[in-house]
Every structure is written in structure tokens, then in C-alpha cells.
């Protein structure tokens, strides 16, 4: 009985949780709740991956009115997909987030900001299930929205100019997908992904339909922060709360990126996407120089935070690099790195989130001595670290592999390089952390440190063993991203 | 016949002036100012897209046979409550700047941030 | 049987909670680890009947990629690498246990850790059944030993460590993975396979980058000019150095170039594409250019660590003639040279930790103070030579008929003018430490005598080794010539 309604709870529960922890008003209270619900979506998620069968989906019908009229929501294989990935990031992260929150947040927040975080966990799921393409925009906003607010609650006041600036240019990136969504409903008459991918073939090159594919992919590619539209995206990860990090960068980036394969593949279609090498010849360009510029950017950052913000705008190109090859093993790898960076960012911004949750700041000063003072977390970062750089018998190894292969496999042996030119860098921005951590002593005269307590170091650990078990066992990762592959060029000609 | 399009020329010409402002402008509360009417433009899109030439407004009542398209009006409305949302939104951080700061001009907040 | 493998490849790893959770109790915590020493050993020795009677016990641990999985099988090579590093562990262990505590090492716990990580990954290297497996333990190996490289904390060993891992991860990540990427997209396979996987599959042009990929991408093989973290890696404590860069991890590396040249390429493609050739000049200029840098160090352990440099490229040099005669050379020299230089380590640590002294020039007389240190020495460094009845001759010889039979003669050349710069550097050391007066009238010299009882005891015991190596090669024969196909 409650199975059938499984997608609508999906994002219904979260959505009207959020209005009750404003009500609970204690900041312990609303955390209960606000954690119980971040499970439960969890649940569903991975109850939805159980029950799709490959290559097929499941339907519902919003509110009883059936497709093309009312909204539908449909689950596929993908879908299922990045939901696990968004649920998963956001129970952890929940179940971390009160000692961190009570730390870096004013009491009289805490409602609010768990209200927030599950209003972006119900927008982020929603952009996930729904199959209509306004419906789509709606979510994207109510995700964007309540992450601005997030955003801004972050101790520093750079936070609050760093919000600003996301919320500028998130708006321009969802005002072009509008645009593009209005222009495609007006040459089809739809907004039912599956009708509009069935009635633009028959356009052909349309002007107007090219206007809203460069209206859309300009759009996406600003949410995604895709170089050199990701200038919101450092300042933002940095100066927000640790929890909040850590949530965006294992999340919201993902279902950006999730939505331009939706419009690429499912409703454009690779054929049109792809015609003529352009966008493709565009994508990759931008995502190398993204690789390798915002990998060099890095290095030279002082505040760790931010670091690895620009490490995402890096890993991010890895992403795009693999989809811009258009073929299934790039589409494989682009898809296990969404799932693998994912759990790797949140656990390293999870590890950083107790150091400052215990030190204070996230600088590279902060780190000093750290490893002897906090071996649990420091160990948690270097473990997610590796996988960044991409050690064997981590997640990231299985990401960086595929992407070679599939580079190798066009025949594009100076890109598999510059991936593993990528890692190179990520090894040096890596180890100066590591080094400071573990080589030089604590300063003098600074505050004694002891380890972070169990219940944040338990979800950080959670994440860690991800990270090595998905280095080892892929079914999840390879196995459903290689079928989505094939689904998603199977429209190709 | 381009004529015939102006509606489109009127969006284009709205959009272009709300992106520069959002991009010239270096006052906070214009960028605001710029992104709503380049929201704007939009819902001019939407609207003008569901308007049938002699169409009336669809109530059903006798004698009327064309009706304008009702679904980009309803879907328009959510879009100017999403960007009422986000004016609130800026406005509110916009305030919040200027406690911080004492001043809603971006170079001057910069320059803070660089001198800190 | 079959539980053997998995049961040496567990083992080390099992001690690893052993030792920390013994933190507090160094003597237990050492016994652990002499322990786990005998036990890997004899387990890995158990396994020789069964693969000298021509069976490969396998193990498939998971399947992390379709088609590739984290397996291990056990061939002769690698029994080869495996009983020569679990039993130099074994002594390497006993002689640490005189070394850490007579030279008052901070974090003997860490120390004795990381040690038996690495120890872990070695033979998980060893063992690999494909290339994959071979990167995950050669990483594995490269990460578990910079926290010992980098053991005493200061400056120096920061920087040291800096170049010892940037070199390594740089060449591994940047060359070796690319090349293995690039073999899996040639064949759609990656296990070592006798003969070779690459044949039909490549042009010779195509043949010689990846083969110069892999030389180059193993920089643990320390070809140059990938030679630099070598001598870096010296700050570290002198077991580590024996064990590591004499052993474990320098070995590794020149196993991984054999284990290519012979599962990936096979000797025939090696051959006929002009590959293996044109990669035998970089191996024997590496040879050369080695002991030329060796000469001119002051610093006993640099000096050493030159010399490594040099003698590797020996095997990677077998490896390349890809003949019977330089693979059994260059695979019987992974035993000998691992003996003499352990050796040579063991003596410069005990050197250390009874007299302070770390350079040549400083070793006047010290032959009449500790007599037992000094003789083992030499018999180190005559090995290093190739002097008969000592091990390193026994390798050599294969692998100076391997160059004639390749007519090589540059080659040939480079094997016979290489002994006399060795013992260019080698006996002069041996001389003043014999011959000299003891350098007088420096003041606040303190009277020393040997090292403690644990050191010269295992420098002796390698020592003895490196005789005995001499007159009684056949295990190590028998298991070599199995890889060409018999005697």
C-alpha cells in the first residue's frame, strides 16, 4: 500500500517536516526530527533503486491526474540513482550535524536552519523524481533558495556577500532554464519529459528549439559550476557552515549535473545534443581547463575550506569530461565519479567540519599537530584525500580508471594524461595538508585539542568505509551506472 | 513581419537591460532591481506565448470559441512567486550586508575584505 | 593448501593491531614481530614445493572492476621476491630491535607498524596475478613506507619525503597507470600471462612507448632519471633504509619491470620489436652514470644508495635483453644483491648507532674497533663487485652471457668495466677502516666498541648469507629457470 506511493513520500515528507521543525522551535528537537527524516528518505531511496527493474521505471501520477495533464513523477534506474546518492549524503550529514551546528550556528537558528536543510534536501530529491519540466524549475528553486539562506548563515561575514553572489548567479542560471523550458513548451506543447523528448525528434534543427538547448545547457552548466561559470562556488563552500559544505558539495552539484544529462540525453537525445561535435568539442575543453586550472588554483589556497571547494570545481570537470566523450564507458565514469565524489567531498568536509568544530578554523595553520592530537579524523581526511587523488582501493581509483579508459578508447590519449596530470595535483594539494597535519607540532601556547566526539567521528567513519568499500566492491557504482549508460545513449543513433 | 513579432523584441529588449544592470551595476540592491526585471522579461515570454489571436480569456462561457492557452498563466504564477522569493531573499541578505559592512556598494565591500 | 596464500598475505596485517595495541609493552610488541617474521617466512617457504613442482596456487580476493579482479597466483618470480622479503623482515626485525633502542628512536610503535604494512604490501605485490592487483600494492608499498622515510620528523626528512613520494606517486600515477590503462584498451586484459598478452596486438612503435611507459612509470626500478627519491629516502633510520631500499621496496620495482618484460610482453616481442634493446642503453648508462655519482659521496649511506641505483639497473637490464640467460640473471640477482646490500646497510646503521659516524672520510681505523661490523663489510661490498665465492657473482655471470648471446656488445662492455668502478669506491672504504691509524687528537671522541648484540648478530647472519648464496644458488636457480622454460 505505502510501496505504490513510495515516490511521492519521497519528496512529501521532507517538504512538510520542514515547516514542523520551525514549529518544534528547540534546536535539539527540530535536529531529532530533521535526522529521522533524512533516514526515512534514505529508505525510500534505496527501497525505489530495490524495485526499478533495468531499463524500466515506475510512474506516479501526482495528486490522481494522469500524464500529460497533471505532473508525473517518474523513477528510473538513474533517477534511483543520484536519489541514493542525495539521501545517503543527507542522513549522514543530518546525523552529524548537531554538535557542528550548535557550535557555528546562533541558538535561536538552529529551527530555522533545519528547516532550511530539509526544504534543499525536498527541492534536491524533487529535481531528482519529478518527470515534468517546469515542475523541475520549481524544485531547482526551492533547493537554490533555502541553500542561499544556508549559505549565509556561516560565522564569517564573507558569507553573507558570498550568498549574495550564489544567489545572483543562481538566479540567472534558473531564469535561462525558464526561458529554455518556456521556449520548448512553445513548439511542443509540453512539459512531460518523456512527451517532450518523443515530439522534438520530429522538429528537426528548429531555430527555436536550439535556442532553448543553448538557453538550458547555459543555464545548467552556471548551477553546475562548470569552469569558468563556477566563480559562486569557492567563496560559497568556504565561508558557509561546515555542515552546510558538506551537504552542497556531495549533493547540489550532483543533481545539476544530473539534470543536464536529463535534458541532454532524455529529452534532446545524444543525436541532437551531440550533432556537429560542438557542444562536445565545448564541454571537454571547459572541463579540462576546469581540471587542470581550478587543481592549480588549489594549491595555492591557505584556508583548507576552500581548498577543496576548488578541488569540487576540479572533480566536477572530471564529470563533465566523462560525459562530453559520449560514449558508455564515458558515460560509466562519469556517472560512478558523481556517486564516488559525492561520498568522498562529504567525508572530507565532514573531517574538516571537526577540526573546526575543535580548533576553530579550517587554515592551513589550524592543521598543525593535528594528527597526533585528532588521529581519528585527520586519519578520515588523508583516507578521503587518497581517494581524491584516486590510491587504488578507493573509490576514486574506479572513477579515474574508467575516465582513462574511456579517453583511451576515443583515442584521446593526451586527455587520459591530463586526468592523471589532475590527480598529480590533487597529490600535491593533498599532502600539504597531510604534512602540516602530521609533521609539524602544534604552535606554542595554542589551546589543547583532543579528539572530535564519537557521534561526529561515527558519520565521517561511515563515509571513509564507503569510500574503501566502493574502491573494491563497484556492483553499486559501475554496475547500475554502466546500465544507465547504455539507457541513456540507447536514443542515439 | 518583424513587427508582428514585437512581443519577442519587447522580451529581448527587458532581458538585456536586466542583465546588464545585474552585471554593470556594482550597488547591491540594483543587481536586485536588474535580476527582477530581467525575471521579468520572462514572464513576458510565458504569457505572450499562451495568448490565441482572438482568444478570450478561458472561462467557458457562450459564444466565445477561441480561448487563450491557460497553462503558461498558471505556470507564470508560480515562476513570480519564485522570484518574489528570491527578491525577499536578496533584500534580506542585502540588509544583512550593510550591517556587516555599512555599505551596500560591492567595490567598497570588497576592498574590506581585502584589508582584513 | 590453498589456504596458504591468503594465510601470508593476512598475516602481517593481522599483526599491525598486535603492535599498536602492545604500545605500551615494547618487549611483547618486538616478539609480535619476530613472531609474525617466522611465521610469514615459513609460510611463503611452505608454498616452494608446490610451485617448484610446477602448481600455482591462486586466490581471487574480489572483483572490484568487470574483468579485473584483485587476484593473486603464485609463480616462481614472486616466490623469489617473497621468501627473499619475508625472510630479510625476519632479520631486518631482530637487527631494528638493536637499532631503534640503541639509537633511542621516538615512535618505535609507528615505526613497527608501517613496517609490517609495508612487509604486507610487498607480498601482495609479489603475488599479484595481474597488473592491477601489481599497482594496487606497489601504491600500497609506496604510501605505507613515507610515514617511515619520514620517520624523524624534521626538515629534511620533510623534504626528503616530499621528493621520495612526488617522484613515486608522480611516475606511478602519471606513466604506469597509463600504460596499464592503455594495455587493458590494447588486449581487454591485464593478467600476467607466460608468454606475454601483447603480441598481435601492437605495432613495435606502439610496442616501445608502452614499454618505455611501464620502465619509467615503475619508478621504483629507479631508472634514471627517476632516480632521485633514493638517496632522498636516506634520512630514514638505517633499518628502514636496509629493509626497504635494499629489500623491499627498490625490489619491488625491478620485480614489477621483470614481471612486465615477462607476463605483459613476452621475451619474443621484447625481441623482434627492438623494444627491450633500446631500454638496455638507459638501464646500462644508468649503470654506469650510478657508480660514477656512488664515487664521489662522502655520506656512507648516499653512497650506498647510489649504488643501489646502479645495481638495479642490472635487472632491469636482464629484464630488457629478454633472453633465458638476463632473466635468470637479472631474477637471480634480485637475491644476491638484496643480501650484500643488506648487509652493507646493517654495517653503516651499526656504525651509526656505536660511533656516531656517518661519513667515509671519518671511518680511519674503525676495522680494529669493530671487527665483526667491518668484516661483514666487506664481504657486502665485494658482492657488490661480483667478487667469487661471493653472491653477486653468480648473477652477474648470467647476465653478462645473456648480453653476448643478445650481442650486445656496449652491454657487454658495461657488465665488465662496472666491477672496477664498484671497488673504486668499495675498497678504499674497506682500507682506511682496516689499514689506518685512527684518526688522533679529536677530542670529546668517544671509546666505542660494536654495536649491540641484535645488529651484528643479523649482519653477520646476512653476511654468512651472502657466502653461502655463492655455493648454493640451486633453490633459487631451479625456481628462475622455471620462468624460461625450464634448465
Known sequence: MIDEHLPVLQVVVPLLAAPMCLLLGRGTLAWGLATAVGWFALYVALSLLGSVPAGGEIRYALGGWAAPWGIEYRVDRLDSYVLVIVAAVGALVLTYARASVAREIARHQHAAFYAALLLCL????????????????????????????????????????????????GTLGATFILIGVGLLYMVTGTLNMLDLAERLPALGDNRTVLAAFAFLVVGICLKIALFPLHLWLPNAYAYAPSVVTAFLAGTATKVAIYVLLRFLFTIFGAGFSFSGMLLSALLMVLALLGVLVASTVAIFQNDVKRMLAYSSVAQIGYIVLGISLVSVTG?????VHLFNHAVMKAALFLALGAVVYRVGGARLEDMKGLGRAMPLTLAAFVAGGLSLIGVPLTAGFISKWYLVLAALEAGWWPIALLVLIGSLL????????????????????????????????????????????????????????GGVAVELLGGAP | ???????????????????????????????????????????????????????????????ATAYSNPLPHVLILTAIVVGVATTALGLTLVVRIKEAYGSVDEEAIQRQDREA | MSALLPAAMLLPLVAVPLIVLLDRYPNRREAVSLVTGGLLFALVVALVPDVAAGGRPAWTLAEPLPGIALAFEVEPLGLIMALVASFLWMVTTVYSIGYMRGHHEKHQTR??????????????????????????????????????????????????????????????????????????????????????????????????VLYALFLFGIGKAALMPLHRWLPAAMVAPTPVSALLHAVAVVKIGV?????????????????????????????????????????????????????????????????????????????????????????????????????????????????????????????????????????????????????????????????????????????????????????????????????????????????????????????????????????
Not at chain 3, 180 to 194: E, K, M, Q
Not at chain 3, 377 to 404: E, R
Open chain 1, 122 to 169: 525536498a527541492g534536491l530529491l524533487g529535481i531528482v523524481i519529478t518527470g515534468d519540466a517546469f515542475n523541475l524549475f520549481v524544485f531547482l528553486e526551492i533547493s537554490s533558495l533555502s541553500s542561499y539562506a544556508l549559505i549565509s548563515l556561516g560565522r564569517d561575514r564573507r558569507a553573507l556577500t558570498a550568498s549574495y553572489q550564489y544567489l545572483i548567479m
Open chain 2, 1 to 63: 513581419m518583424a513587427l508582428s513579432l514585437y512581443n519577442y523584441w519587447i522580451v529581448i529588449v527587458l532581458m538585456m537591460t536586466g542583465f546588464y544592470i545585474v552585471i554593470r551595476s556594482t550597488n547591491l540592491v540594483k543587481k536586485i532591481v536588474g535580476l527582477n526585471i530581467f525575471q521579468t522579461s520572462v514572464f513576458i515570454l510565458y504569457i505572450s506565448m499562451g495568448k490565441v489571436e482572438g482568444g478570450t480569456a478561458p472561462i467557458v462561457t457562450d459564444g
Open chain 1, 331 to 335: 558515460l560509466t565514469a562519469a556517472l
Open chain 1, 426 to 481: 590533487a597529490v600535491v594539494y593533498v599532502w600539504r595538508v597531510v604534512e602540516t597535519a602530521y609533521m609539524q607540532p602544534r604552535p606554542a601556547g595554542a589551546a589543547a585539542v583532543s579528539e572530535a566526539p564519537w557521534h561526529m567521528l561515527l558519520p565521517i567513519w561511515a563515509l571513509v568505509v564507503a569510500n574503501v568499500w566502493l574502491g573494491i566492491d563497484t556492483d553499486l557504482t559501475v554496475g547500475i551506472a
Open chain 3, 255 to 487: 620485480f614489477s619491470v621483470l614481471k612486465v618484460s615477462i607476463y605483459i610482453f613476452g621475451p619474443a616481442l621484447l625481441t623482434s620489436s627492438g623494444a627491450g634493446m633500446a631500454l638496455a642503453y638507459v638501464a646500462a648508462t644508468t649503470i654506469l652514470l650510478g657508480s660514477l655519482v656512488a664515487m664521489r659521496q662522502d655520506n656512507l649511506k648516499r653512497l650506498l644508495a647510489y649504488s643501489t641505483v646502479s645495481q638495479l639497473s642490472y635487472i632491469v637490464l636482464g629484464a630488457t635483453l629478454a633472453n633465458a640467460w638476463g632473466i635468470v640473471g637479472g631474477s637471480l640477482h634480485i637475491v644476491m644483491h638484496a643480501f650484500g646490500k643488506i648487509t652493507l646497510f646493517f654495517c653503516a646503521g651499526a656504525i651509526l648507532v656505536a660511533s656516531n659516524k656517518t661519513r667515509v672520510s671519518q671511518l680511519d681505523g674503525i676495522g680494529r674497533r669493530m671487527p665483526w661490523t667491518l668484516g661483514a663489510f666487506t664481504v657486502g661490498a665485494l658482492s657488490m663487485v661480483g667478487v667469487p665465492p661471493l653472491a653477486g657473482f653468480v648473477s652477474k655471470w648470467y647476465l653478462l652471457l645473456g648480453s653476448i648471446t643478445a650481442e650486445q656488445y656496449f652491454v657487454v662492455a658495461v657488465i665488465i668495466v662496472r666491477p672496477l668502478l664498484n671497488a673504486a669506491y668499495f675498497v678504499p672504504i674497506i682500507y682506511v677502516a682496516f689499514f689506518r691509524p685512527p684518526a688522533s687528537g679529536v677530542h670529546g671522541e668517544r671509546e666505542y666498541g660494536e654495536a649491540p648484540l641484535p645488529m651484528v648478530a643479523a649482519l653477520v647472519a646476512t653476511a654468512v648469507l651472502t657466502v653461502t648464496l655463492f655455493f648454493y644458488p640451486d633453490w633459487a636457480l631451479a625456481l628462475a629457470e622455471q620462468l624460461v622454460g625450464g634448465p
Open chain 3, 111 to 208: 615505526f613497527y607498524a608501517f613496517f609490517a604494512i609495508a612487509i604486507a604490501s610487498t607480498i601482495g605485490a609479489a603475488f599479484a596475478a595481474n597488473l592491477v592487483t601489481l599497482f594496487v600494492f606497489y601504491e600500497a608499498l609506496t604510501l605505507s613506507t613515507f610515514p617511515l622515510v619520514t620517520h624523524a620528523g624534521t626538515d629534511e626528512a620533510r623534504r626528503a619525503g616530499r621528493t621520495y613520494l612526488g617522484v613515486l606517486i608522480g611516475s606511478s600515477i602519471g606513466l604506469l597507470l597509463l600504460a596499464i590503462a592503455w594495455t587493458w584498451n590494447l588486449t581487454g586484459s591485464v593478467t600476467f600471462t607466460p608468454g606475454g598478452i601483447l603480441a598481435g596486438h601492437a605495432t613495435d612503435g606502439t610496442v616501445l
